[in-house]
């Protein structure tokens, strides 16, 4: 007998007996389900979770205010302290005189800038921002305002240098100019493009007022603020290729407010990402005997950070369950199924077939009705992980954009190891 006649006869077999057939159907059908959903939970956190890894946030502090030195400044400047893993730099801002004061400009994150929440207002039009994809939400999910002393200026020689030397430019702005007075605005273009505006649109809007509606949180209670303010400049989008701008803020104001020294007596601690805080944290504690406050970009990548190992324990559990029960279904449905069959497989041994051509058969029938079964889980798969990882984005306050990639990586993944399973095929040899 032939292979082709071997799969014809399995095939034959498979219609004859429905209701045998229709049952492990069903298995395959809900352990292929099962087992395609827990991979592409599995490829989803590992792919998109951990791009936020690379593409985490450098504004990352701690801050230490005022009443919380009591006398303990002098610490900052021990090796032991600087040595710490995770501490990117320190800055003292503390009996400075106000000339030397214009140094540590700008001071970062004024309030916290929650790109989800937020409305720009330009000459009469409403813009919200883009939502392309999760890489663009959180890029922009906090973003911390830069302020300026209007007589600072936002672009310094070095990062023209660096500027000239990345891309062979000298300009850094795509359109407009520096400060010349206070409350002014210098925005990215990456920003306004994920506001949807085009270049012909960010061109005009130079020299306009726009408003924008910024969210922050102080305590447990949201705020709203409307700020006004005169579009003097867009930053290039070239201009944040250059290592210095890479990660720094896309919204720069200007003020002459004066700059009081009680106002800069505290410590700030920039951090190496988010995944360092909290270790840098308890080495301050434990040091220094001092809390700090983290800055809302860190507050926001440890709570991402956590529900990310949380999420991983239980898919790590799940998976091994489902494998685990993968194969103890497999092996049963094996076992029923030639055991169901023994006159049937005694009839072809008689009938002179080899106890590998019997095997061929019965795995024929078992792997059709499996590809069966998972072309139609794969379909049902696909609708609930659609739908459930709205669910799981909005639990992580990001948007979660379903990519078919991943449930072809779990068909894949899922159809593997079942063939590596059905290497039971030992059991079919003793009725050889």
């Given at each position: 007998?032939?292979?082709?006649?071997?799969?014809?006869?399995?095939?034959?077999?498979?219609?004859?007996?429905?209701?045998?057939?229709?049952?492990?159907?069903?298995?395959?059908?809900?352990?292929?389900?099962?087992?395609?959903?827990?991979?592409?939970?599995?490829?989803?956190?590992?792919?998109?979770?951990?791009?936020?890894?690379?593409?985490?946030?450098?504004?990352?502090?701690?801050?230490?205010?005022t009443e919380q030195l009591s006398g303990k400044k002098e610490t900052f400047l021990k090796d032991e302290l600087s040595n710490i893993e995770g501490i990117l730099d320190i800055?003292?801002?503390?009996?400075?005189?106000?000339?030397?004061?214009?140094?540590?400009?700008?001071?970062?994150?004024?309030?916290?800038?929650?790109?989800?929440?937020?409305?720009?207002?330009?000459?009469?039009?409403?813009?919200?921002?883009?939502?392309?994809?999760?890489?663009?939400?959180?890029?922009?999910?906090?973003?911390?305002?830069?302020?300026?002393?209007?007589?600072?200026?936002?672009?310094?020689?070095?990062?023209?240098?660096?500027?000239?030397?990345?891309?062979?430019?000298?300009?850094?702005?795509?359109?407009?100019?520096?400060?010349?007075?206070?409350?002014?605005?210098?925005?990215?273009?990456?920003?306004?493009?994920?506001?949807?505006?085009?270049?012909?649109?960010?061109?005009?809007?130079?020299?306009?007022?726009?408003?924008?509606?910024?969210?922050?949180?102080?305590?447990?209670?949201?705020?709203?603020?409307?700020?006004?303010?005169?579009?003097?400049?867009?930053?290039?989008?070239?201009?944040?290729?250059?290592?210095?701008?890479?990660?720094?803020?896309?919204?720069?104001?200007?003020?002459?407010?004066?700059?009081?020294?009680?106002?800069?007596?505290?410590?700030?601690?920039?951090?190496?990402?988010?995944?360092?805080?909290?270790?840098?944290?308890?080495?301050?504690?434990s040091i220094l005997g001092i809390e700090g406050e983290y800055s809302s970009t860190c507050e926001f990548y440890m709570y991402l950070n956590k529900i990310n190992l949380v999420?991983?324990?239980?898919?790590?559990?799940?998976?091994?369950?489902?494998?685990?029960?993968?194969?103890?279904?497999?092996?049963?449905?094996?076992?029923?199924?030639?055991?169901?069959?023994?006159?049937?497989?005694?009839?072809?041994?008689?009938?002179?077939?080899?106890?590998?051509?019997?095997?061929?058969?019965?795995?024929?029938?078992?792997?059709?009705?499996?590809?069966?079964?998972?072309?139609?889980?794969?379909?049902?798969?696909?609708?609930?992980?659609?739908?459930?990882?709205?669910?799981?984005?909005?639990?992580?306050?990001?948007?979660?954009?379903?990519?078919?990639?991943?449930?072809?990586?779990?068909?894949?993944?899922?159809?593997?190891?079942?063939?590596?399973?059905?290497?039971?095929?030992?059991?079919?040899?003793?009725?050889?």
């Amino acid at each position: 007998m032939s292979i082709k006649e071997c799969i014809k006869l399995a095939s034959y077999n498979i219609i004859r007996k429905k209701a045998v057939s229709f049952q492990i159907a069903i298995s395959f059908l809900i352990v292929s389900f099962i087992g395609i959903c827990s991979f592409s939970y599995i490829l989803f956190l590992n792919s998109e979770i951990s791009a936020l890894y690379e593409k985490e946030i450098s504004g990352c502090y701690i801050r230490i205010p005022t009443e919380q030195l009591s006398g303990k400044k002098e610490t900052f400047l021990k090796d032991e302290l600087s040595n710490i893993e995770g501490i990117l730099d320190i800055t003292v801002f503390s009996e400075v005189s106000p000339e030397e004061l214009i140094d540590f400009i700008p001071e970062t994150d004024e309030y916290a800038f929650l790109f989800e929440f937020t409305k720009l207002m330009a000459e009469d039009k409403e813009y919200s921002p883009n939502k392309n994809s999760i890489h663009d939400r959180i890029i922009g999910q906090y973003i911390s305002i830069d302020k300026y002393s209007k007589s600072y200026r936002s672009v310094s020689n070095n990062e023209i240098q660096e500027l000239i030397n990345t891309i062979k430019s000298k300009n850094a702005f795509l359109f407009g100019k520096e400060f010349d007075d206070e409350n002014q605005v210098i925005l990215s273009e990456i920003l306004l493009n994920k506001y949807g505006l085009l270049k012909e649109d960010m061109e005009q809007m130079i020299g306009s007022k726009i408003s924008m509606l910024i969210y922050d949180v102080e305590g447990n209670n949201p705020l709203y603020l409307f700020k006004d303010y005169y579009l003097v400049g867009i930053m290039s989008s070239e201009f944040f290729k250059i290592k210095s701008r890479i990660d720094s803020s896309h919204i720069l104001i200007s003020s002459s407010k004066s700059f009081n020294l009680s106002d800069y007596d505290e410590i700030i601690i920039n951090v190496k990402g988010f995944s360092n805080v909290k270790n840098v944290h308890d080495k301050l504690q434990s040091i220094l005997g001092i809390e700090g406050e983290y800055s809302s970009t860190c507050e926001f990548y440890m709570y991402l950070n956590k529900i990310n190992l949380v999420l991983k324990s239980i898919f790590a559990l799940a998976s091994f369950i489902i494998c685990f029960a993968i194969i103890m279904n497999v092996v049963i449905l094996t076992y029923f199924n030639v055991s169901k069959k023994k006159n049937y497989l005694g009839m072809l041994k008689a009938m002179g077939l080899c106890s590998g051509k019997i095997t061929f058969i019965v795995f024929s029938e078992l792997f059709i009705i499996g590809v069966v079964s998972t072309f139609f889980a794969s379909l049902l798969a696909a609708i609930f992980t659609k739908t459930s990882l709205g669910v799981l984005g909005k639990m992580l306050y990001i948007e979660v954009i379903f990519n078919p990639n991943i449930i072809i990586q779990s068909i894949m993944s899922t159809v593997t190891l079942l063939l590596h399973i059905s290497g039971t095929s030992g059991l079919f040899r003793k009725f050889g």
